[in-house]
């Protein structure tokens, strides 16, 4: 969702909470550009003390000894010197601090957002565009408000006060200093909105360059066994391409920026040199005025040459800016219910009541489909691919939300549980198993993190997979990897049942928790199943029949509605389509 609204107003509303320490870098950022202006000031002041000796500016105070004279500068020089040293570590140190704590604080608030956006989101947008706005993006404003911020902010303060003393000093003078500079700000504003695009665009390019890494690193498996490394160097090869041309489009605009500025603000500071000099012939300005106009007029504008930089920075934060407050904007579809759970007071009864559900933009998976599990029990689902067995263990977590219909859970509808609840009461082993990379035991206890390493052994054990844990290089402070690619895919399976068996919740799913591993594993996690699913409600989905033949009962899907269901003998003596795919499994049936 993009939003059409000014990201420096939007980024402004998000730094609310930031605003005392803003006010202190902007005070900072001032104080030091009033100190940095003050030498030339000084020097004109030096100028005419030399020059005019009793008659100086300073004499007419009353100190009419021109060593002394000299010596007050030197004093006030000094102080001036400190106090702008001072003031530029205090903002140097603000803005980075804020910077810093901005870019924190919204990748968080960013990345905790995603986590709640439903499943339907991922599926339409890739990691690595996301990961360009959680990194790139965000790193991208904490660039502008390092730098950017404070050049804005002197750029300002140099205006008003070099521009009021000139005005105070030498009004007849002062409009061809400040005449170039409606011009510049004029071209700067010009320079923005056309900037504006070329920039969106870079981001988008650098998006869909990330999104190309991200998908080929985690398919560099496929790639190898493929050989199509040569395939996919030249499609990143279009992308980065595509990037640079976008960047050297920003680039070729932008740089012509500055020359451009130079050119104005020469107009100005050669008619302040040309023009005043006359005037100081004429007697008609002071010699120190004159040095002090010469020098503030290049303080004045030559600053500007470097607002398209600023601006260029500016530009860039902005169109991050936005890709990120988007994102905080996405609107949230699922939303936790207010009734709170506890494990030890669920009973684990199931029902799904006249249910539909479709993807997005897609025919209905799930139609009018009504199911009950009782408490305790161990049912299975069976069916071809496609026929939303899986889809029911989404339904159920609500990673998705169903169009029609209502599940719930002991009687109370589960869109009225609170969502961490009704999850943390279910322990799914899904067929896609994720393991992080770290050690064997912090996989086992992921979500657990109070659970000792007896109870982690525990769990192993039950899910047979403590034998080949021991025979692992470093036992269970073995590092598995990445996705736990160091391990088989029979391995990462076990561990991902001895992960659920030591949450130990009311209600255990398997969906498809024996699909990689052998014979003999198979047998040895089907020995443990009583153990496993005792005084819990299980639903296990599988291909796979042998694994869930003594389940209580077993539900046949097709086209998302249940065409049969029965114990397995049941369903064999009716000679329909369970006992088709037993036959075809046992080799019966060729």
């Known amino acids: 969702m993009k939003s059409t609204k000014n990201p420096l107003i939007r980024l402004s509303r998000y730094g609310k909470k930031y605003r005392a320490l803003i006010w202190q870098a902007v005070i900072c950022s001032v104080l030091n550009k009033i100190f940095d202006l003050a030498p030339p000031v000084l020097i004109g002041a030096a100028i005419d003390v030399v020059v005019q000796r009793e008659n100086s500016i300073i004499g007419r105070l009353g100190i009419t000894d021109t060593f002394q004279q000299l010596l007050v500068l030197c004093l006030i020089s000094a102080m001036v010197w400190m106090f702008e040293s001072v003031f530029e570590y205090a903002y140097a140190r ?344 770290g050690t064997v035991q912090e996989n086992i206890a992921y979500g657990m993190d109070d659970a000792s390493e007896e109870e982690v052994i525990t769990a192993a054990k039950i899910a047979e997979a403590h034998n080949f844990i021991c025979h692992l290089p470093q036992g269970y402070e073995t590092i598995v990897g990445e996705r736990g690619q160091k391990l088989s895919g029979g391995q990462r399976q076990r561990i991902a049942i001895a992960r659920a068996v030591l949450k130990n919740p009311p209600i255990l799913v398997l969906d498809e928790a024996t699909s990689a591993v052998d014979n003999e594993t198979e047998a040895a996690i089907a020995r443990s199943l009583e153990k496993i699913t005792h005084n819990r409600t299980t639903i296990a989905i599988a291909h796979r029949l042998s694994t869930i033949r003594h389940a209580d009962c077993i539900y046949v899907l097709e086209y998302g509605q249940i065409v049969e269901q029965g114990s397995h003998e049941e369903l064999l003596a009716h000679q329909r389509v369970y006992a088709n795919l037993w036959q075809v499994q046992t080799g019966i049936k060729k």
């Open 94 to 437: 603000l803005w980075r601090n804020l910077a810093q704590s901005i870019q924190h604080n919204l990748r968080l608030a960013a990345y905790s957002h995603v986590q709640d956006l439903e499943l339907a989101y991922f599926e339409e947008r890739s990691t690595g565009s996301l990961l360009s706005i959680l990194n790139d993006d965000i790193n991208q404003l904490e660039r502008f408000l390092d730098v950017g911020a404070n050049e804005i902010l002197q750029v300002l303060t140099t205006l008003v006060l070099v521009g009021g003393m000139f005005f105070v000093l030498t009004p007849g003078v002062a409009w061809m200093a400040i005449l170039p500079i409606p011009f510049i700000f004029w071209g700067s504003i010009t320079f923005q909105q056309k900037l504006a695009p070329y920039y969106a665009e870079v981001r988008e390019k650098v998006s869909l360059l990330n999104s190309r890494l991200a998908n080929n690193l985690s398919g560099i498996t496929t790639i190898k066994s493929f050989t199509t490394e040569a395939y996919e160097i030249a499609r990143l090869r279009l992308e980065s391409e595509a990037y640079r041309q976008s960047n050297r489009r920003a680039i070729a605009f932008s740089a012509a920026f500055i020359p451009l500025i130079r050119m104005i603000i020469l107009a100005g500071f050669t008619a302040i040199l040309l023009y005043g000099g006359l005037e100081v012939v004429e007697g008609k300005i002071e010699v120190g005025i004159y040095s002090t106009l010469v020098f503030m007029t290049q303080r004045l504008l030559w600053p500007l040459t470097r607002l398209g930089q600023t601006l260029d920075l500016y530009q860039r934060a902005m169109s991050s800016t936005n890709r990120v407050l988007d994102l905080l904007d996405t609107p949230i579809a699922i939303h936790s219910g207010n009734l709170s759970l506890s494990n030890n007071i669920i009973d684990g009864e199931i029902k799904l009541d006249n249910i539909t559900f479709a993807y997005h933009e897609r025919q209905p998976i799930i139609k009018n489909l009504t199911l009950n599990i009782p408490s305790g029990n161990t049912i299975a689902i069976v069916g071809a691919t496609g026929s939303g067995k899986s889809t029911l263990v989404k339904l159920l977590l609500r990673f998705y939300e169903l169009q029609a219909g209502r599940i719930t859970l002991d009687g109370v509808d589960i869109r009225d549980i609170n969502l961490t609840d009704l999850r943390q009461s279910i322990g799914l082993v899904s067929q896609d198993i994720f393991l992080f990379h």
